[in-house]
Nanobody, 126 residues
Framework: QVHLVESGGGLVQAGGSLSLSCVASGRTFSRYAMGWFRQAPGKDRQFVAAITWSGTNTYYADSVKGRFAISRDNAKNTMYLQMNSLKPEDTAVYLC???????????????????WGQGTLVTVSS
């Protein structure tokens, strides 16, 4: 089992930027693909971005492509999400997750992930 802790959320005006972090412990971080999801009140969990175990390949939801950037530092057991040009519709709790299988590709379905953090709230005002 792995323990994930997100940080970096907050309140920002539309057009602004935020950088989220996800620190992992309890599992060999570098072997697993990772993902960011978000969940707004009353809505289903939505895929945001994913990154392979090596960091070589990334995958984004169309709604964030060109605005968000996912990255990881395996030496620090940390994954990041740089969010630029934020919009009010980006408001949600952002959660990080680890893939079920080692050395897998990127996945957009939350069912492919078996460990989740508690989330960090991002609020974008108009």
């Amino acid at each position: 089992q792995v323990h994930l802790v997100e940080s970096g959320g907050g309140l920002v005006q539309a057009g602004g930027s935020l950088s989220l972090s996800c620190v992992a412990s309890g599992r060999t971080f570098s072997r697993y693909a990772m993902g960011w999801f978000r969940q707004a009140p009353g809505k289903d969990r939505q895929f945001v971005a994913a990154i392979t175990w090596s960091g070589t390949n990334t995958y984004y939801a169309d709604s964030v492509k060109g605005r968000f950037a996912i990255s990881r530092d395996n030496a620090k057991n940390t994954m990041y999400l740089q969010m630029n040009s934020l919009k009010p519709e980006d408001t949600a709790v952002y959660l990080c997750a680890t893939d079920r299988n080692v050395y897998s590709g990127t996945h957009s379905s939350p069912f492919e992930y078996d460990s989740w953090g508690q989330g960090t709230l991002v609020t974008v005002s108009s």
